[in-house]
């Protein structure tokens, strides 16, 4: 078994080309990771996911430990047997739905307790019970619990919660037992401030995490904000561990994010948006619920080799969601997954030419000009 | 191109090996047609139900006509290409929907108006314009527009309604445009009495059809009072025509009709129970909502290879359902369709090999003796 491990294979500006290894096997950075909530990444088979290129996907632990509840999860195998998925698996810490998802939170220094928001069971997390859920469904990657405050609480709330992010990260750090080929995260909080992202960068950074995440962010600021940050904060972050921006985002986050030198996503846009009538194209969004998609014998991305794209036409994809059928969201959901794993095989490639900056450009060149059309259909 | 024709290779008493040439593709009878209502077997991936074994599906004519339409679905290259199926498909010509489903029916010699039960348009259905739109839509096998009383409504209704059905399937036939490889089946109906259905045959015989149906079974009748039409019925069916029986059934109605000369079957029941979390295996029924497999790490069916008996646990499957995972759905519709095709390999090699009674003395065998188990799991 190999060590938990980060090397960078090239650069390009501040952005890199590295592999992540674990336990369960390689991760090509920049990596998008699909989210399985529920142990299942929503609408589509495992065997689909990895099609795609997608090498890593991320499990909820609030989700997973209500439900089916990880002891259970532990005893059937741990989630990569559990959910037929055998590559590696990043799991969150459960703070961030807590605060979004759960009812009757009491928040105190030792963690957090809440009510199951299915059926109103107590819960009690900490840093040091979130690290052993985690570990119980056999993680790769584990997340430190953090707290998530507001995007529009003002510095002093911000800091504070900073402050404590940072003590459960010490707590979920010593709680982490070290296995080969498995890691803990720390993650970076601190809100817009760059004074307060820069001390808690230096807090992580001195309890040698396998890797850090950015947190906090893609919570409703402007995408500008999201990248004034990122440009105080990527000077501080260690070059040779991952870095991680939770949560995000659009392929144009993503974009902009990878050229500041972020290595790992998650977001549920590609298979939330599968499942209400939306896929992401190379010439942008299109809502497939739309009348004038209902004769339109093209494919949704004529450039794709996804199967969706392959195999059937925009009429088919606009009656099945009309009809409320559930190949709409399979099909919409794989093709989603697959355009975002094409966005990341292209900046992959165009860091390790050092053209990033030219695939930078194409990606925002007019997407009616078929200017656009070549940029990922290379794969 | 092929005529469409049927063979019969064995026999092995009533029962019949078969196979059914059509312009898409061989049919091996006796054969189960998953059902694809709206252009789409539910929850499935076309290649998947091929990856089943099943050679045909069956399109509802109610459901395409009303919606994406007919004359789209022309437009488009037909519904083998708009599903991306590109082997056989048989229609039916909407009458039994339009009973069951529309509103503000209006029934005349010529034929049925009605409205949509989606958004409340007006359409007509006449024997001349169901037979034209399961043209548009290229099926195989057209179905005549015939009557459904219900089965309990009392003889004189039933012969009036089964005379109608007779006149109709001789405008069916003048209607049908004769091409190589396309056929239109009639259908016999008659309820329970075997005098009435004698009558339906033998008139249907007259008019040459590619196939006969039997229609008005399975719809609320006992099992023994729908073996007992088709022991009355059988000697008077054409032995050189494929049997479709509508509709039916479940695996115990399925081996009980193909013991008595059936050579065709379509019902949503391995479909809807896929959605509804109920398993089909060589043991019975499985209710996998049940909270005893929640910790069950065996298989659905440890003898069956569908990927969702290979891959998978009780355990998850029932995670799944209790969660409303679109995965649930998908993985149970995909076993209860391969359930399905199994059954129907093992009666067709039966009726080969001479051995018929012996599979179905095994089939009705105590399911928890272990004797069942080989059953299905040579394929």
Chains 1, 2 share one sequence.
């Not at 790769?140 to 510095?155: V, Y």
């Not at 893609?218 to 904000?225: D, I, M």
Request: proline share 5%.
């Amino acid at each position: 078994m190999t060590d938990f491990s980060y090397t960078v294979s090239a650069t390009d500006g501040a952005a890199r080309l590295g592999q992540v290894s674990t336990a369960h096997g390689m991760i090509d950075t920049p990596a998008f990771m699909p989210v399985g909530t529920a142990g299942t990444v929503k609408a589509m088979m495992p065997e689909s996911v990895a099609e795609t290129g997608a090498q890593i996907v991320l499990g909820n632990t609030y989700h997973l430990m209500l439900r089916p509840g990880a002891d259970r999860v532990e005893r059937l195998g741990g989630l990569h047997k559990f959910m037929n998925w055998p590559g590696p698996i990043l799991t969150d810490s459960g703070g961030f739905q807590v605060m979004s998802l759960s009812k009757l939170r009491k928040m105190t220094e030792e963690g957090v307790t809440f009510q199951s928001h299915i059926d109103g069971r107590k819960f009690e997390l900490t840093p040091e019970t979130s690290i052993d859920i985690q570990r119980k469904l056999d993680a790769d990657i584990t997340m430190q619990l953090d707290e998530c405050p507001a995007h529009t609480d003002d510095k002093k709330v911000i800091d504070e919660s900073m402050q404590l992010s940072l003590r459960w990260a010490e707590r979920s750090k010593a709680a982490f037992d070290d296995r080969p080929g498995y890691g803990v995260f720390g993650i970076v909080q601190g809100g817009v401030f760059n004074d307060l992202r820069e001390q808690s960068a230096k807090g992580l950074i001195n309890m040698d995490f396998h890797g850090l995440a950015v947190g906090g962010l893609a919570v409703g600021e402007p995408q500008n904000v999201m990248f004034e940050v990122l440009d105080g904060l990527m000077p501080h972050m260690p070059a040779d561990k991952p870095r991680y921006l939770m949560g995000v985002g659009t392929p144009a986050d993503i974009v902009g994010a990878v050229s500041r030198g972020i290595d790992m996503f998650d977001c549920v846009m590609p298979t939330r948006s599968g499942r209400t009538g939306k896929g992401f194209t190379r010439r942008g969004e299109v809502n497939i619920r739309n009348a004038r998609h209902a004769d339109d014998p093209r494919p949704l991305d004529e450039h794709c080799k996804c199967p969706a794209c392959k195999n059937y036409s925009r009429a088919y994809i606009h009656h099945l969601v009309k009809a409320q059928e559930i190949l709409g969201p399979m099909l919409l959901t794989w093709h989603n997954v697959h355009y975002y794993q094409d966005l990341m095989w292209w900046l992959r490639k165009s860091i390790g030419e050092g053209s990033l900056d030219e695939f930078i450009k194409r990606f925002h060149t007019d997407k009616e000009d078929g200017d656009i059309e070549p940029l990922l259909k290379e794969r």
